[in-house]
């Protein structure tokens, strides 16, 4: 079901380990062999009002002890508001064909975790099956049936499925659709299954049915982007195309129209917020900057008619919404002052690419655009400054709602992190520190946020990590810097002392680099994390810089000093200086990478190895000292 898929994107495919490419595929390392799924039936009936009964007929063996924990229990999604689940049918099967069956208090009932987070289209519950006496060997069936009464969209259907990464038998889908309702498909690593004699298909309808194509996997890499951009799914859709698609949302009143029209009450606080600011994209900006600080995020809102969105009057009554009514207020705001707006959908998780069949499945949030000053704003995003986006949603298909036509999220914005570490070290090996960190561009607000809504405990355990990122031990003290500012720019910084910094007076080794949390070195090690890709990976611009100095005490000489490194290849520019001053060494780093899209590929990746091995390498140097 699309609620279902919905909040798989937002976990990363909480089912999915994540195979390669058949073409990338050289052995199977992702296939899970302690659990076999031995059927899946997924069957819809659909009728011409979008309303549908699914009935799920599923067993799966647990094969090896380890799976028990996980695999114990079973997950059905619904939607309080659109649902009702019918039956629920469930057994455990042991190997010496004794069925053990379910009680009623072994069928929990409760709200689904992502429903709660999640920007859009959830508003799910969960009935989770607890199989009892469930051990190695046995089989664990279930059969439920779940009517809704009420589609998402009127007069329309559409599905996203893929499959658990597990050895599947027998994985089927099938579509009992109306005459009157073609159902078009994108379908990769799922075959079309005829229509068989003995298939009874409902009166007045045609049957549609796909089965899982098997084969090897390859385990999720890190940072990848999402499954469904390069793997094995199946996308079912009786819209004709996006604009189609787009259309439905209008009709919904999701986009411009009745939800988002500029009522008295957002006209007048419309115009005072932006009141002297003549510039229009400083308007925008301030009107984004309100909806985000003073609209409470809440749980979807998915009324008896579908997918719709809550007047933008009664949004700023509440003080809280979804995406949708964020983004509905921000656009009557904008339309006050003049600055015409629509809503945009996007994937906020790791999807960048979309089924040539529409389907909400990819889509799991909406945004404002504002096509005059080529601005998008995120009015949910508490962490984001208006003027940049969440990281998640750079480089995506934007589906603009008012024309049914595409855009492209900016692939980069400015964004900088500059650290400055300086360690002055005593006789006794001692060394009082003081560090400093300043984000600009995108990425202030979030540390500034983050700083500003934590406890004296939480900054505590900041300063501990940060110690342990210098490869400290000892006492410091947090500085928070302006938490209350508003300029794209932050600054905070940590000062203390450490024991047994050098070992002194023989020779001994420096470390170069110090990383903690944004550091150089960490946004390094993040690229290059994999040793080899198969699959496409997430890849966002990098600009950091790092200066580390140590002033050394009287006495103590400098025996060897790294050579300096300057390298550009393949979008990665890398410069390291290693320069006495004085009595101190100041150790100079920056690295930038710009690809000119959000994602790479394996063939990137294995051309920008050699230059990741060389930062590693120099990142690793060391400065010989001695003392007398």
Known sequence: MLYRYCAMLLFGLLFLYGPAPAHAAVHDTGTDPAVVIDRHIQHYVVEPSGAYVLT??????????????????????YNKTLDDVVSIDAHTLKPDGRKVALRPDQIKDQQEAASTDAPM?????????????????????????????????????EDLSSSPFYLNKNFLLVYDMPASMPLHADAV??????????????????????????????????????????GKRLAVSTFAD???????????????????????????????LTAGLPDARERALALSDWVRRNIRYVGVYIGPGGVVAHPAATVLDNRYGDCKDHAALLEAMLAAVGIGST????????????PDTPTLGVFNHMITYVPSLGLYLDPTAESMMAGYLPASILGKPALLLASGTFAMTPVLQPERSRTTTWFDIGRDGRSRFRVSKTASGASAEPWRKTVRE????????????????????GQGVFDAGKVDGKSDEYSLSLSGSSDHFLNL???????????????????????????ERRQPFVCPAVDVEDETGFRLPKGVRVLAL???????????????????????????????FRHGRATCTPDDYRTMQPALERIMRDLRSQVVVSGR
């Open 189 to 230: 690593g799922f075959v079309p299954v005829p229509l068989s004699p003995r298939d009874a298909v409902p009166a007045g309808h045609r049957r549609y049915q796909w089965r899982y194509a098997g084969g090897d996997n390859q385990r999720l890499e890190a940072d990848s982007v999402s499954y469904l951009d390069y």
């Open 562 to 592: 790294p050579k300096s490194t300057s390298l550009m290849d393949g979008g990665i520019h890398y410069r390291s200086t290693y320069a006495r001053q004085g009595s101190a060494i100041v150790v100079k780093r920056r690295f930038t």
């Open 343 to 354: 809503g945009a959908l996007v994937n906020s998780g790791n999807a960048y690419q979309l």
């Open 454 to 473: 934590s406890r004296q405990a939480d900054r505590e355990q900041f300063v501990r990590r940060m110690l342990q990122g210098l490869g400290q031990k």
């Open 505 to 531: 007076p023989g020779p001994s080794a420096l470390a170069t680099t110090y990383d903690f949390w944004g550091g150089l070195g960490e946004a390094v090690f993040t690229l290059g994390q994999e040793k």
């Open 56 to 77: 799920v007929d599923t067993a799966k063996t647990i094969v090896e002890q380890r799976a028990v924990q996980d695999h114990g229990q079973y997950y059905i999604s």
């Open 121 to 157: 289209f959830q508003d799910t519950r969960l009935k989770i099956v607890v199989f009892p006496e469930v051990a190695a060997g046995d089989q664990l069936v279930v059969r439920y049936t779940i009517r809704r009464g009420t589609p998402l969209f009127p007069g329309q259907f």
């Open 242 to 272: 996006y604009a189609d698609f787009a259309r439905a949302f209008r009709n919904n009143g999701v986009a411009a129209g009745s939800a988002a029209a500029p009522a008295p009450a957002i006209a007048t606080l419309a115009r005072q």
